[in-house]
């Protein structure tokens, strides 16, 4: 008969294992979007529009 502790332990493995696909999953994603181009001139362009908006 499986107790309490490893019951939890397994279903804590699972929830671990998901969330670590689900992370390397966005982290794949944002290094795609982050060499793209066209988004790196429009986040330096919002950089210097936010750092104009400071002085």
Do not use: H, K, R, W
Not at 3 to 20: H, K, W
């Amino acid at each position: 008969m499986a107790t309490a502790g490893l019951v939890l332990s397994i279903i804590g493995m699972i929830l671990s294992i998901i969330m670590f696909i689900v992370c390397v999953c966005v982290a794949g994603a944002a290094t795609q979007i982050a060499s793209d181009p066209e988004f790196q001139s429009q986040l330096s362009s919002a950089l210097e529009e936010v750092s104009s908006s400071l002085n």
